[in-house]
Nanobody, 123 residues
Framework: QVQLVESGGGLVQAGGSLRLSCAASGRTFNGYAMGWFRQAPGKERAFVAAIDWSGASTYYADTVKGRFTISRDNAKNTVYLQMNSLKPEDTAVYYC????????????????WGQGTQVTVSS
């Protein structure tokens, strides 16, 4: 089992920044690739970013590429999502997840999820 707890969400104006954190406990964190997803009201949960177990490779949705950065600190069992130049359309609940296999871009490739943290971007 892996337990994931997100933090760092909040209300920010358009153009602002936030950094989300996801603290992991349980099974060996650095054995997992990790991902961030988001879900806006009335929409499906969508891929945002992923990072491999070492941190050497990262992957982004086109909608956030160049604005968001995923990183991890295996010594702290934590993965981060730095979000810059935020837009109102980034408003969503953000979830981190542990990847067990398959494409990084699909929800079905992740088997452990956090409870989510709300990000609201005002215009």
């Amino acid at each position: 089992q892996v337990q994931l707890v997100e933090s760092g969400g909040g209300l920010v104006q358009a153009g602002g920044s936030l950094r989300l954190s996801c603290a992991a406990s349980g099974r060996t964190f650095n054995g997992y690739a990790m991902g961030w997803f988001r879900q806006a009201p009335g929409k499906e949960r969508a891929f945002v970013a992923a990072i491999d177990w070492s941190g050497a490779s990262t992957y982004y949705a086109d909608t956030v590429k160049g604005r968001f950065t995923i990183s991890r600190d295996n010594a702290k069992n934590t993965v981060y999502l730095q979000m810059n130049s935020l837009k109102p359309e980034d408003t969503a609940v953000y979830y981190c997840a542990a990847h067990y296999g398959g494409s990084y871009y699909y929800r079905s490739s992740y088997n452990y999820w956090g409870q989510g943290t709300q990000v609201t971007v005002s215009s």
